[in-house]
């Protein structure tokens, strides 16, 4: 079964960057597509990038040019760098892969119910 565990996250100011690590065990990382959703708090969970297994991204608009999410299948590690961060970015970040081998991802997937995710990790974005 796949098992994906976030790090990376902590107490940075407006403007800042943050890189965020998604370790992913159990199965080969190269045969799943992964993706990151945020949960700002009291909100429910947004979608806000993805990675396709052959390295094809999707950004929501929100995050667009200030986050880039990129994988390396050698060491079963997805990043998600951030920069430009903002307040409205505070909130926890999950990483999600399916269950089983799918190598194509959306944002918003309407699978995420099929989707084994981690215990996020929290960004705080505050001067």
């Known amino acids: 079964q796949v098992q994906l565990v976030e790090s990376g996250g902590g107490l940075v100011q407006p403007g800042g960057s943050l890189s965020l690590s998604c370790a992913v065990s159990?199965?080969?990382?190269?045969?799943?597509?992964i993706a990151w959703i945020f949960q700002a708090s009291g909100k429910g969970r947004e979608g806000i990038a993805c990675?396709?297994?052959?390295?094809?991204?999707h950004y929501d608009d929100s995050v667009k040019g200030r986050f880039t999410v990129s994988r390396d299948n050698a060491k079963n590690v997805v990043t998600l760098q951030m920069d430009d961060l903002k307040p409205d970015d505070t909130g926890f970040y999950y990483c999600?892969?399916?269950?089983?081998?799918?190598?194509?991802?959306?944002?918003?997937?309407?699978?995420?119910?099929?989707?084994?995710w981690g215990k996020g990790t929290l960004v705080t974005v505050f001067s």
């Open positions: 159990g199965v080969p990382l190269d045969d799943y597509a």
């Open positions: 990675i396709n297994s052959t390295g094809g991204t």
């Open positions: 999600g892969a399916p269950r089983a081998p799918y190598g194509r991802c959306y944002l918003n997937d309407p699978y995420y119910n099929t989707h084994e």
